[in-house]
């Protein structure tokens, strides 16, 4: 219900969940490889070179050098951080109305809980990687 409420707002921008999840991580680290991102969403490289290849054709995205010629790190154009700046608002004000009704001690705790979920994950993820 969350991604079908975000693709809704994003639909003005041309943009949908998936695209902004790319456009999110790239923002997030600053610039990075469609690898590193097929691995921090956890999806397929051939669905991340479709998403980088539909925000390429909306010139959202500039590719630039590495020291490793055989991989391409993405960084977002002007136009895509002005995009992204439009679409975080509108997202912060969508998610800001749904935790409006919430007390703010509420919402701490459960912003903690989820961070030790996600941490247990990470952890299980890494020694899941190690046993192999």
């Known amino acids: 219900m969350m ?7 994003l639909v003005p ?7 902004w999840q790319v456009m999110f991580v790239i923002r997030e680290k600053n610039g990075c490889t469609s690898i590193e991102m097929a691995e921090y969403l956890n ?6 070179a479709k998403r980088v290849h539909a925000l390429s054709e909306l010139q959202i995205l ?5 020291e ?21 608002q509108e997202i912060d004000r969508f998610e ?5 009704q919430f007390e703010p001690h509420d919402i701490q705790h459960v912003v ?13 993820h ?4 190690h046993a192999n």
Do not use: W
């Open 13 to 19: 921008y041309q943009l949908n969940y998936s695209l």
């Open 62 to 66: 500039t590719h630039v050098e590495t």
């Open 3 to 9: 991604s079908d409420e975000i693709n809704t707002l």
């Open 112 to 124: 903690e809980m989820f961070h030790n979920i996600v941490r247990a994950l990470e952890a299980q």
């Open 96 to 100: 800001n109305s749904l935790i409006a």
């Open 68 to 88: 490793d010629k055989r991989q391409k790190k993405l960084i977002l154009s002007e136009s895509g951080e002005s995009l992204f700046k439009q679409c975080a």
């Open 43 to 48: 999806v397929s490289k051939p669905s991340i």
């Open 126 to 129: 890494s020694g899941d990687q």
